[in-house]
């Protein structure tokens, strides 16, 4: 299906006939005690279906096991009343952890609940077959911990195009639907082309739309209009195939809308920061923002604004750094296991820190020329995103501050206590690790004192920096190659951190130790994938890894020093330079060493070979 531009304008004027048709009742658990009075035989099907329901899981729940809501009074049939009981207890547990960015799976629900939704359509009573939408908020307690807020747009769907979402996106559907003796489907809105073109229209319009314990309201950029006029005349719809703890909506060549799917009190970081950065900066090197959708005045964020949504510029691009990288080693792979590793080289070595104060070694030129440039590219990318993150601002979210030392003591305490727990859980998996693993793991451990060294205090006569905000959760994948460049992305920061750390103003060397862990990575994975089809040359290529990883980690990171020297959110010598990040990456090596034991142990050998790397 193709929109035009016209299309986009949609006008939404019924919403406020809407909006006063929702407006006003009282609501406890869900149904308005002055409209609802249920039949027996329909608190015996809910009581049977609560009796049944098991423990949610991942699979696909077969939709004829449940008799279909009945929209006959609009949203209100499945959202206000007794069909929204019926929704909040057996088919939004048994939706909610089938999604991808659904982060509470490994968590017990123990119950959800409606807290507000929006309507954005015209009444169900229309008789068409198109779909009808709605903006709607789902807080989930589990059976331990805090609860969790989420954002789900919401669409039905009637008549023959509902067998068609059946065969394309079987698990967008929530359940089954009846309206006037038409039956239909209730499905995530996402998946709905009305539903995005509404959701674009509210940026387009810049309109609000109350609800009844708050609002949303679309935030024009100032990008906006010309990336709108350098669309084409239609812009078609699809969506994005690599989600996560988001949703992606594309419309054409031209704009990439990101639904965030978790929600917490504040504005997300990559809507904040993309805003900053294209509209108050020179920095052009991201995604131009060209809108959001916010929410405020809910309970549930505590009255604080949230972001519900985020619409940027789409940047045409040959692929993000991480896949781009590996082809470029599977290339120096193929052609480095033909030779022999210069004797005159260690295969150990100077790690990545020593050799940024040298010219690339020849060897490094001959093979990785093209991965240099590229490198100390990205380097100076980097020094020039914090400068601009570091300009003199009125806007107390985004005004550099002083980190001093005892700012940084207390950062190293809290660093060393969590490293002292990594060791010890490696410790407890040790005779769990493969065997190829097993012998550098010891090698870590029998480092123990002189890791958690590295994170002492710091001595009294260091230089006052700034901190600032930073990208947060910076590596190869969170940037594009663009026309010999880079252009950086998804400015969230670690999704499983808490949204106030995330915008909190941090030293710019996490993003450098990220990045530069991310080259280590890369050059392992790259290995592993080249020798699963190449066994016998495992053992050959493990220095050539190893030089590979040293060149371009500090291809980057010359770059970025001599790019970002001078700036105040850097130590002025080159000693506490060198003392602070060798702790960033230490301190990063050990959470991938924590997320490896958790997740791939035979994956944990690269973040220990790192740290043999730093505490040799």
Known sequence: MTITSKCLGIAISSLSKLEHDTRGNARIRGIPADRVSPSSAYIAFLWQELQRREKPTGSTVDMTEHAPLKVTAGWESILEQTGGLRLETVELPEYLPKQRWFAGKSREIKSVRIVDWIPLSVPLNVSSDASQSTLV????????????????????????????????????????????????????????????????????????????HGGVRGIRGKAFLDLMA??????????????????????GDQFILK???????????????????????????????????????????????????????????????????????????????????????????????????????????????????????????????????????????????????????????????????????????LSYLPDEVVEVAASVLGRRRQILDRFGPLNGDFPPIQRIRIHGDYHLGQVLRVKMDFVILDFEGEPARPLAVRRSKQCPLKDV??????????????????????????????????????????????????????????????????????????????????????SRPAWVRIPLMGIMLLVP
């Open 259 to 429: 639904l965030f799917r978790r929600q917490e009190p504040g504005l997300n970081p990559d809507a904040e920061i993309g805003q900053y950065l294209t509209e108050k900066t020179n920095f052009a090197q991201i995604p131009p923002f060209a809108g959001s959708i916010e929410l405020d005045g809910l309970d549930a964020t505590d009255g604080k604004v949230a972001s519900l949504a985020l619409l940027q510029g789409l940047v045409a691009n040959e692929g993000d750094g991480w896949k781009w990288t590996l082809e470029e080693l599977d290339r120096y792979y193929e052609v480095c296991a033909r030779l022999p590793f210069p004797e005159n080289l260690s295969a150990g070595g100077q790690g990545s820190l020593e050799f940024s104060e040298n010219p690339a070694i020849q060897v490094a030129r001959d093979h990785l020329d093209l991965y240099l440039e590229a490198g100390a590219i990205l380097g100076r990318r980097t020094a020039e995103l914090h400068r601009a993150l570091a300009t003199l601002t009125d806007d107390p979210a985004f005004a550099p501050e002083a980190l001093t030392d005892v700012d940084i003591n207390a950062q190293f305490a809290g660093i060393r206590q969590h490293a002292s727990s990594i060791l010890d859980m490696l410790q407890e998996r």
């Open 137 to 212: 908020l789902v807080q989930v307690e589990f059976g331990t911990g805090s609860p969790d807020l989420y954002f789900l747009p919401l669409a039905m769907r009637f008549g023959h195009t509902e067998n068609e979402l059946q065969r394309t996106a079987p698990n967008a559907i929530i359940a089954r639907v009846v309206s006037q003796k038409r039956t239909g489907l209730l499905y995530d809105g996402a998946f709905d082309d009305q539903t995005c073109i509404l959701l674009f229209s509210l940026i387009e319009n810049a309109r609000r739309v109350n609800a009844r």
């Open 513 to 598: 130790a990220g990045m530069l862990r991310s080259f280590g990575y890369a050059a392992y994975a790259g290995l592993r994938n080249y020798t699963a089809r190449h066994p016998g040359d495992l053992t050959r290529l493990e220095p050539w890894a190893q030089l590979w990883e040293r060149s371009a980690a500090a291809e980057f990171l010359r770059a970025y020093y001599e790019a970002a020297q001078g700036a105040a959110f850097l130590p002025p010598g080159n000693v506490d330079f060198r003392k602070l990040l060798d702790v960033f990456l230490l301190d990063k090596a050990l959470y991938e060493v924590l997320y490896e034991l958790n």
């Open 230 to 251: 350098q669309a084409e005349t239609t812009l078609q719809l699809r969506r994005g195939s690599a989600e996560q703890s988001n949703t992606s909506i594309l419309f």
